[in-house]
């Protein structure tokens, strides 16, 4: 039988016999330059020796470096395959010796124990089989992404595994939309809750497709310490309310819903329930991670003020890679992009105004905004600075919360330029030049998952000159609908606030 031992954020440990399985391993320290830290942590001394380490996909909360060093380096280690190379090396550099980038719906065994990836874009559901049980472990990636996408992995996880014991899930959001985007009618603390129903609701809907015997959903385990952000810690939706939530609005079902927290086991027996933290709360608990937290919490607003010389590096940094990103969007939409930049940690008021003329980009430093800016992006010059240093970097100020995204008026939120400025400033690696670069594996990874690949390639091809608006990923309602429109076009119930924690 699967035993389960929740250890922390999106991370379990799975004994299947004599294997230590172990999925999205992040147990300790920081994430997105020290903005995310892991809460709730693991009672006692966190465990470390896997046979077996799983990763989702490649963001700093799933793919920690610092916990990765920690590990048995004997353990068989998997990846998703993805197009683009890099993820074997990084992996072969932190020591392990055995690394597998598993391919979609190839079904992979370690013992007795069957492993099999689905991917979608650069995410992916693992499953894992043993001794006549499955485990699905959809982690977050199909949260936001389209119903075409979630429902066409749903259908493809149903024909395989009719049968499902054990169904694991994200619950809550974990991005800078829409908390960290301002807009003059938007309500901030109300859109948040109804954005982390939406997350819960998704949960349910996950639930009742696959008929798990047991659903298992679990937190985005980190806590935000500075003082602008923490109200964010104090909105989720909080997960003992899932088995009414799901009656109320689902109906009954033969589903056993269990909320751990870390420490907490499952098995045949039941949910043992050892961490402390079941007595408190869902909002004491955060609390708690204050008191955790306490001198980290002293200087989370501290700013290390830069100079002169580090601005005008940034200035002509970032002229480079606006300039390398504008290749993403149609000029339709690039001449659109005329927004500013409020840098927090330049003592004088320092603003980098941004704006396209004949066909380029062009960044200037100013004392005051741009104003027709049609964005205004306020975050701090070494976040900028540190993340255009990285493949990965944006995700330092767009996962870890590192900016506020202000927009003026409703076509710049139906035109989504909040996406367009804040991609234009950050570096990712691009889908199109590393399916140029390495084609052998555009066409494996192709060859293997077709019919999901085919609808992501039209959807980043139709997204070009309309940003998020194919096939129907529209993000403006959450800020023009009221409380009941919002609800309906995002096909989830309308319930009373007192369920959620109180803020």
């Known amino acids: 039988m699967i035993k389960l031992e929740y250890l922390a954020h999106s991370s379990f440990l799975l004994t299947c016999g004599n294997k230590r399985i172990v999925f999205d391993p992040w147990l300790g320290g920081e994430a997105y330059y020290k903005q995310w830290y892991l809460w709730p942590v693991y009672p006692g001394n966190v465990p470390y020796d896997f046979d077996v ?8 909360d799933h793919l920690h470096s610092a916990t990765l060093r920690k ?17 074997k090396p990084f992996l072969y550099h932190l020591g392990f010796g055995s690394v597998t980038e598993a391919v979609s719906f190839k079904t992979y065994t370690v013992d007795d124990v069957k492993i099999t990836y689905i991917g979608y874009s650069l995410e992916s559901v693992v499953v894992v089989e043993y001794k ?21 992995i749903i259908d493809q996880i149903n024909k395989r595994w009719p049968e499902i014991d054990i169904l694991l899930s994200g619950w809550s959001g974990a991005s800078y939309f ?44 980190f806590v935000l310490l500075r003082e602008k952000t923490k109200w964010i810690n104090h909105i989720k939706f909080p997960r003992r309310v899932v088995a009414d939530y799901y009656k109320e609005y689902y109906g009954e079902c033969r589903t056993q819903f269990v909320v751990p927290y870390p420490g907490d086991t499952i098995d045949e027996k039941g949910h043992t329930k050892i961490s402390p933290l079941h007595a408190f709360s869902e909002e004491e608990v955060y609390y708690k991670a204050y008191e955790y937290y306490a001198n980290a919490l ?12 580090v601005i005008q590096t940034l200035v002509a940094d970032l002229t480079h890679w606006v300039n390398y990103n504008k290749q993403l969007y149609d000029k339709v939409v690039l001449q659109d992009a005329v927004f500013s930049i409020r840098l927090e940690d330049v003592k004088e008021n320092e603003f980098l105004n941004i704006f396209y003329e004949a066909g380029k980009f062009i960044v200037q430093r100013a004392g005051k905004p741009l104003e027709d800016r049609k964005v205004l ?35 710049s939120l139906e035109k989504n330029l909040d996406i367009v400025c804040v991609r234009l400033i950050t570096r990712y690696p691009m889908a199109h030049k590393d399916l140029v670069k390495y084609p052998l594996r555009a066409a494996k990874y192709y060859l293997t998952n077709p019919a999901i690949t085919t609808l992501w ?7 070009k000159p309309y940003i998020n608006k194919f096939p129907a990923n529209e993000r403006d309602h959450w800020f023009t609908y009221n409380k009941c429109d919002l609800c309906q076009v995002c096909k989830m119930p309308q319930v009373d606030n007192s369920v959620y924690n109180n803020y």
């Open 457 to 463: 390639i039209k959807q980043k091809i139709n997204l």
């Open 377 to 411: 992006i306020t975050t701090q010059a070494a976040k900028v600075a540190y993340g255009l240093k990285k493949m990965w970097g944006g995700d330092v100020i767009t996962i870890g919360y590192g900016l506020e995204v202000e927009l003026y008026d409703e076509l």
């Open 71 to 87: 590990l048995n380096k004997k353990a068989n280690v998997f990846f998703p395959f993805q197009w683009r190379k890099g993820i």
């Open 132 to 152: 006549n049980q499955v485990l699905v472990n959809i982690n977050d990636a199909l949260n936001s992404n389209h119903h075409s996408a979630v429902n066409f």
């Open 53 to 60: 380490v799983l990763i989702s996909h490649g963001h700093e």
């Open 178 to 221: 829409p908390n960290q985007v301002k807009y003059h009618s938007k309500n901030d603390v109300e859109v948040a809750k109804m954005r982390e129903q939406y997350f819960a609701n998704n949960f349910c809907l996950f639930t009742e497709a696959l008929k798990p015997k047991m659903a298992i959903p679990f937190v985005t385990g």
């Open 298 to 309: 002293q200087t989370a607003d501290h700013i290390h003020y830069l100079d002169d010389g």
